[in-house]
């Protein structure tokens, strides 16, 4: 059974930063898929985003406009972790985040397309204040 559980939100100021870690479990690396970790965000009253993607089996990063520069998603196989550092942070950053999990075959979508996320975590909180 594959759960994934975040953690690390928080509230900041502006400019400050925080990483949000995302624990891993029952979602075995295959090497010859696309093993997706995926970390996106929702504010109120807005729809879904993805903001990061990793390919766990070949490293591959993919990040939003919005998170380039800004964002750094990373992984530690040791602890089975997906990690996203977030630093210079904005007010419209704001916003719920979710890490999800995908499997695709590699003629099918990339992590970062940021579609098709099977699994999916519980959510942490990030406001940041002006």
């Known amino acids: 059974q594959v759960q994934l559980v975040e953690s690390g939100g928080g509230s900041v100021q502006a400019g400050g930063s925080l990483r949000l870690s995302c624990a891993v479990s029952g979602f075995s690396v295959h090497i010859y898929l696309r093993n997706c970790i995926g970390w996106f965000r929702q504010a109120p009253g807005k729809e879904r985003e993805g903001v990061a993607a990793?390919?766990?089996?070949?490293?591959?990063?993919n990040y939003a406009d919005s998170a380039k520069g800004r964002f750094t998603i990373s992984q530690d196989n040791a602890k089975n972790t997906v990690y996203l550092q977030m630093s210079s942070l904005k007010p419209e950053d704001t916003a719920m985040y979710y890490c999800a999990a995908a499997e695709f075959s590699p003629a099918g979508r990339m992590c970062g397309d940021f579609e098709g996320y099977r699994y999916w975590g519980q959510g942490t909180q990030v406001t940041v204040s002006s």
């Open positions: 990793i390919d766990r089996s070949g490293g591959t990063t």
